[in-house]
């Protein structure tokens, strides 16, 4: 039967997770899941089953599978399949779909999945015939995992999981991938030895732990400043004496500053998109005032934005791979000075005792005090909001593999990326910091974590609004706030409601007991934190935003 082959492709192809909302017109693969050793975990919504299935993809490099119906279940897993696009995450959505007969007629909840889905995934498809099941999944899997990885989408007509078939499973996916050329690595390092100032920006997907550790080892041996892009901190350790910090929103400005003054810029994996290139304006578009190497995996994103110097065709780990390849200068680079005060001003930038906000509770604290307790492989989540930079200026990621952010701004990943870090691994802590407006878009997701037994700690920095819309409106419309306030529950009580553990947090003593109670209860636990709304920027507070703009 079409349902029990699709799920025979998936274990041929090495799936061990499923996240799904079940849907009627889907039963026969359902059916199929029942017969194997796939771990299904049944979600709340299909926007958080599929951020779920992103969130895996990211962890391992391999497809996230989600599984919803047709119609609004299509719909409401949009979402996910927006931030796979946007962040180069392999990802493949399985959706019902209406019998053969009946499409084209508006039957219940159909959808034309080519049509809306076509501009967000890497190819949407339909399969019409049982027989073609093994071709078309490892297709699927080829297509999510190579070039530039990505979302799948595949529509399964539910008479068409109902016939039978005797055909063979396709062997197991494999990413093709090349390596750079011994030309195109001499001309690297001939340009870096030429080099006044140069900066490696680090960002995309398609990095392992080794490539990781292959590029510290090079950036080691050459004194090579090394940044990284927006939401991509886990790709180089902070504590690493070549990392001058992140550039994305609410960067250094001195950060910034170093690579305006650069001379070459070695990007590798990343497209330097809109929020780290600072609107388009770090990198002059198309030809960079700096020299420019680019190294990326999909041909077609060489030289879209910005004309290369250098442009290869590789993925960060064939690189990275590489680099062991390139002898290090015998002598200290002419840019060491520069290097030193880079890194001096990450240091001061990064210092939580150097800021103080408004409130009884102090985020720097916060954090400062997740980085002492938590173990370097905690895996730290969130979705969109003011609340993020904190995370993002303050914890220190050392680590490949600890981060789930999405770099497509989408709000409600968080919580849903949780459980799916600790469906994949059990034994690591999560922790999800979610503002009071992103924990409510998937809340019904801690009812997963409930029902599954997974202790994830989510934070929820509770300020009662949305607060970068706020930030903006005080901007460009000081002091007439619109759309912008929220009366929130008692999310402890929330928490305890599902079965989990839920406590309130009003000042900066009180956070670490809490915190240690909530890991102690052995529960999925939210500590439900009051935040000043003043408090909206580490830099600045709601009312001097709204003077600033006032006056001008």
């Given at each position: 039967?079409?349902?029990?082959?699709?799920?025979?492709?998936?274990?041929?192809?090495?799936?061990?997770?499923?996240?799904?909302v079940p849907g009627e017109s889907y039963l026969a693969v359902l059916d199929g899941l029942h017969d194997h050793q796939i771990?299904?975990?049944?979600?709340?919504?299909?926007?958080?089953?599929?951020?779920?299935?992103?969130?895996?993809?990211?962890?391992?490099?391999?497809?996230?599978?989600?599984?919803?119906?047709?119609?609004?279940?299509?719909?409401?897993?949009?979402?996910?399949?927006?931030?796979?696009?946007?962040?180069?995450?392999?990802?493949?959505?399985?959706?019902?779909?209406?019998?053969?007969?009946?499409?084209?007629?508006?039957?219940?909840?159909?959808?034309?999945?080519?049509?809306?889905?076509?501009?967000?995934?890497?190819?949407?498809?339909?399969?019409?015939?049982?027989?073609?099941?093994?071709?078309?999944?490892?297709?699927?899997?080829?297509?999510?995992?190579?070039?530039?990885?990505?979302?799948?989408?595949?529509?399964?007509?539910?008479?068409?999981?109902?016939?039978?078939?005797?055909?063979?499973?396709?062997?197991?996916?494999?990413?093709?991938?090349?390596?750079?050329?011994?030309?195109?690595?001499?001309?690297?390092?001939?340009?870096?030895?030429?080099?006044?100032?140069?900066?490696?920006?680090?960002?995309?997907?398609?990095?392992?732990?080794?490539?990781?550790?292959?590029?510290?080892?090079?950036?080691?041996?050459?004194?090579?400043?090394?940044?990284?892009?927006?939401?991509?901190?886990?790709?180089?350790?902070?504590?690493?004496?070549?990392?001058?910090?992140?550039?994305?929103?609410?960067?250094?400005?001195?950060?910034?500053?170093?690579?305006?003054?650069?001379?070459?810029?070695?990007?590798?994996?990343?497209?330097?998109?809109?929020?780290?290139?600072?609107?388009?304006?770090?990198?002059?578009?198309?030809?960079?005032?700096?020299?420019?190497?680019?190294?990326?995996?999909?041909?077609?994103?060489?030289?879209?934005?910005?004309?290369?110097?250098?442009?290869?065709?590789?993925?960060?780990?064939?690189?990275?791979?590489?680099?062991?390849?390139?002898?290090?200068?015998?002598?200290?680079?002419?840019?060491?000075?520069?290097?030193?005060?880079?890194?001096?001003?990450?240091?001061?930038?990064?210092?939580?005792?150097?800021?103080?906000?408004?409130?009884?509770?102090?985020?720097?604290?916060?954090?400062?005090?997740?980085?002492?307790?938590?173990?370097?492989?905690?895996?730290?989540?969130?979705?969109?909001?003011?609340?993020?930079?904190?995370?993002?200026?303050?914890?220190?990621?050392?680590?490949?593999?600890?981060?789930?952010?999405?770099?497509?701004?989408?709000?409600?990943?968080?919580?849903?990326?949780?459980?799916?870090?600790?469906?994949?691994?059990?034994?690591?802590?999560?922790?999800?910091?979610?503002?009071?407006?992103?924990?409510?878009?998937?809340?019904?997701?801690?009812?997963?974590?409930?029902?599954?037994d997974l202790p994830i700690i989510v934070l929820i920095i509770d300020n009662g609004m949305y607060g970068t819309i706020r930030?903006?409106?005080?901007?460009?419309?000081?002091?007439?706030?619109?759309?912008?306030?929220?009366?929130?529950?008692?999310?402890?009580?929330?928490?305890?409601?599902?079965?989990?553990?839920?406590?309130?947090?009003?000042?900066?003593?009180?956070?670490?007991?809490?915190?240690?109670?909530?890991?102690?209860?052995?529960?999925?636990?939210?500590?439900?934190?009051?935040?000043?709304?003043?408090?909206?920027?580490?830099?600045?507070?709601?009312?001097?935003?709204?003077?600033?703009?006032?006056?001008?």
């Amino acid at each position: 039967m079409g349902g029990h082959l699709l799920v025979d492709q998936l274990v041929a192809h090495g799936v061990r997770h499923v996240f799904c909302v079940p849907g009627e017109s889907y039963l026969a693969v359902l059916d199929g899941l029942h017969d194997h050793q796939i771990e299904v975990t049944v979600c709340r919504q299909e926007g958080g089953a599929s951020m779920m299935a992103d969130a895996h993809g990211k962890l391992t490099g391999e497809p996230g599978i989600c599984m919803v119906t047709r119609g609004p279940g299509a719909a409401n897993a949009m979402a996910g399949v927006h931030i796979a696009k946007q962040d180069s995450t392999p990802l493949i959505l399985f959706v019902g779909q209406v019998e053969r007969g009946m499409r084209e007629r508006e039957a219940f909840q159909e959808m034309d999945y080519r049509a809306v889905f076509g501009t967000q995934a890497k190819w949407v498809t339909e399969i019409d015939q049982v027989e073609r099941i093994p071709e078309l999944i490892a297709r699927a899997f080829h297509v999510a995992t190579s070039g530039r990885p990505g979302p799948v989408v595949i529509a399964l007509p539910e008479d068409m999981l109902v016939e039978t078939a005797q055909v063979a499973d396709a062997p197991r996916y494999q990413v093709p991938d090349a390596s750079p050329s011994e030309a195109q690595m001499q001309s690297i390092a001939a340009r870096l030895a030429q080099a006044r100032q140069p900066v490696a920006i680090l960002g995309g997907s398609r990095w392992s732990e080794e490539a990781v550790e292959q590029f510290k080892a090079f950036a080691q041996a050459w004194k090579l400043p090394v940044a990284v892009q927006f939401r991509r901190q886990m790709l180089f350790p902070v504590d690493h004496p070549s990392f001058i910090g992140d550039i994305g929103l609410g960067s250094n400005p001195q950060l910034l500053q170093f690579v305006r003054d650069s001379d070459l810029v070695l990007m590798v994996g990343g497209r330097f998109s809109e929020t780290p290139s600072q609107s388009y304006t770090l990198l002059d578009v198309p030809v960079p005032r700096q020299h420019l190497v680019h190294i990326h995996p999909d041909p077609s994103e060489l030289n879209r934005v910005y004309i290369a110097n250098e442009a290869v065709n590789v993925s960060p780990a064939a690189f990275c791979a590489a680099l062991g390849t390139l002898q290090a200068p015998a002598q200290a680079p002419g840019w060491a000075d520069a290097l030193a005060a880079a890194r001096a001003s990450y240091e001061r930038w990064t210092d939580p005792s150097r800021i103080r906000h408004p409130g009884a509770l102090q985020m720097p604290q916060v954090m400062q005090h997740l980085n002492e307790i938590l173990p370097a492989d905690a895996i730290l989540c969130n979705g969109a909001g003011n609340y993020a930079t904190w995370l993002h200026r303050f914890r220190r990621f050392t680590r490949y593999g600890t981060q789930l952010a999405p770099t497509s701004g989408s709000m409600g990943y968080g919580l849903p990326a949780a459980v799916g870090a600790k469906r994949l691994y059990p034994e690591r802590t999560v922790v999800c910091l979610a503002g009071d407006g992103c924990f409510m878009m998937h809340g019904q997701e801690f009812a997963t974590a409930v029902q599954y037994d997974l202790p994830i700690i989510v934070l929820i920095i509770d300020n009662g609004m949305y607060g970068t819309i706020r930030m903006h409106q005080e901007r460009h419309y000081p002091g007439r706030v619109s759309a912008t306030v929220l009366r929130n529950p008692d999310f402890a009580a929330y928490a305890q409601a599902f079965g989990g553990y839920g406590e309130r947090v009003e000042t900066t003593e009180q956070f670490a007991p809490a915190l240690q109670r909530a890991m102690a209860s052995g529960k999925p636990a939210i500590l439900h934190c009051m935040l000043d709304p003043e408090a909206i920027t580490p830099a600045q507070s709601l009312t001097a935003i709204r003077e600033q703009a006032l006056k001008h």
